[in-house]
């Protein structure tokens, strides 16, 4: 028997580990050069508001093929070159396999397994699709009664919840269903370094604007749903980012969230795309305009996509987040 976020971290070590997940979904900066581009921009701005520290760390959480970064630095090379002479890449990633990846692409990067082993200093950290893949846990209330779910067998079941454990207090008022949880320390050790060192995080993934109960569990396997228990490392398991939850009780300014449409089109996305398609021929610039409107248009990737940024306190609102 296994808790919910222990077989989880478990599966998807496993199945990073040995898969190309990229063969099972794709993801934003697959889909368009101009998303990296547009959030390097969004570093270089942030940058600035801190006073332009010179080092300082760009990193990245799971970072797939290492397209987003590259997109970025390539950007930030061309519209923000003194940012690029003083970035330091750092690259936090499990997986052997995308890490060999990652290098062809970044070959100017430092790798780490966790957030807590980059080196001290002033961070501006990019993380797209990143939460999503952290484990959670399940806890369920029904009558009552708290209980949580563990897995036996390729099975669900429920076991009474150990609720001190949790130090949660708030989850005894709410309503009957599957609630899901996320391990805190992240945001908070994430929040301690940010506020004590400088910097900001930005987060993109998907998710609801408001907690709410609902299990969001899935699996993809050869591109396509599948029993999430079933084959523990051959399937990507992912559940949505409780974006109302995430850092809310951390040392950081919260900015966000905001629908990753209205993010991207406020950092000018569409404007870079007709700057790239005006040079291209009819066919490839029509692709790269519908790739843009794949990602922003809310009943596509626009909507349930959200940005939400961590920031040290006393920074300006990073570009994207203006109310
Ligand atoms: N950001 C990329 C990839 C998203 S897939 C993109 O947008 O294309 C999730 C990524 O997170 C993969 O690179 C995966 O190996 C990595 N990952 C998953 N769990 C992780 C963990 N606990 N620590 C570090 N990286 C992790």
């Known amino acids: 028997m296994e808790r ?11 199945y990073y580990a040995t898969h190309d997940p990229f063969a099972d979904f794709t993801t934003a900066p697959e889909i368009s050069q101009a998303f990296g581009e547009v959030l390097g921009a969004w ?19 799971g ?20 940012f690029r002479a003083a970035v330091r890449v750092h690259l936090v990633e499990t997986s052997p396999r995308l890490r060999a990846i990652q290098a062809a692409a970044v070959p100017d990067a430092a790798w780490h397994d966790s957030l807590d082993d980059l080196p001290d200093g002033p961070t501006i950290l990019l993380a797209n ?63 301690h370094r940010l506020a004590s060192q400088g910097g900001a995080a930005l987060f993109l993934d998907y998710g609801p604007a408001a ?31 409780d974006f109302a939850a995430f850092g809310r009780d951390s040392e950081v300014s919260i900015h966000g969230p905001v629908p990753q449409g209205v993010f991207l089109t406020r950092l000018g996305q569409f404007q870079r795309i007709d700057r790239l398609a005006r040079t291209r021929p009819w066919r490839e610039a029509s692709a790269m ?3 843009g409107r794949r990602l922003a248009e809310p009943d596509r990737m626009g909507a349930l996509f959200k940005a939400m940024a961590l920031t040290q306190p006393g920074l300006p609102t990073p570009p994207g987040f203006e109310a």
């Open 289 to 291: 305009i519908e790739s």
């Open 211 to 241: 907690s709410g109960p609902g299990d969001s569990l899935q699996a993809l396997r050869d591109g396509k749903p599948t029993d999430a228990l079933a084959d523990p490392g051959k399937a990507d398991l992912t559940a949505h980012v």
């Open 4 to 14: 919910l976020d222990h077989f989880m971290a478990r599966a998807n070590a496993a």
């Open 129 to 191: 699709e990143f939460l999503d893949a952290l484990p959670i846990r399940q806890l369920v209330r029904r009558d009552t009664r708290w209980l949580e779910r563990f897995i036996d067998d390729g099975q669900f079941i429920e076991q009474p919840a150990d609720l001190d454990d949790l130090s949660l207090s708030r989850w005894r008022e709410r309503v009957d269903g599957i609630h899901e949880l996320r391990d805190p320390a992240l945001a908070a050790a994430l929040g």
């Open 43 to 61: 570093a270089a701005v942030v940058w600035q508001s801190m006073g332009r520290p010179d080092p300082v760390i760009l990193a990245e959480a």
């Open 63 to 82: 970072p797939g093929r290492g397209t987003l970064m590259a997109d970025a630095l390539r950007a930030v090379g061309r519209v923000a070159p003194e």
